[in-house]
């Protein structure tokens, strides 16, 4: 009994059965399509004189950064910024290639490694599986 009303088997499986073929046809959970983060996302990397695993450095307006962090540990907003390069031992660890779009018409490549550079990361339209490093940095 059930709020006072009493079913029978027979009528308890009809009840179930019927629900049941309304749950089929009730539409699926689509699934979400892989959203476009929204603007472009910044972060500090250091310009480094090779890749990853030890390539030659490019010769055009390419160049490959390491994320880093500001490491300054006292109170004083005055202080002179340190940074330094995340280790690959470090789940925030990244090394990747950027382009100095300073450097893009004339294809130059006139950076100081070890110089830091606030990097923008962003997707092509054709592609939001692999991401895009920019920066805009006068050599």
Do not use: C
Not at 35 to 48: A, N, Q, T
Not at 85 to 108: F, H, K, Q
């Amino acid at each position: 009994m059930a709020d006072g009303i009493a079913l029978s088997d027979a009528a308890y499986r009809r009840v179930n059965s019927a629900v049941k073929k309304v749950e089929a046809w009730s539409p699926k959970p689509q699934k979400q399509p892989k959203r476009r983060p929204v603007g472009p996302d910044y972060r500090f990397f250091m310009v480094k004189g090779e890749g990853p695993a030890a390539e030659s450095d490019f010769t055009d307006e390419r160049y490959y950064v390491q994320l880093v962090e500001i490491t300054n540990s006292d109170d004083d907003p005055t202080s002179k910024l340190t940074f330094a390069a995340i280790p690959d031992t470090d789940d925030r660890y990244l090394y990747a290639s950027a382009t100095n779009l300073a450097e893009w018409v004339g294809e130059t490549h006139n950076l100081t490694e070890g110089a830091i550079v606030p990097v923008f990361t962003a997707f092509a339209r054709a592609s939001i599986e692999v991401a895009r490093r920019f920066f805009n940095f006068p050599a």
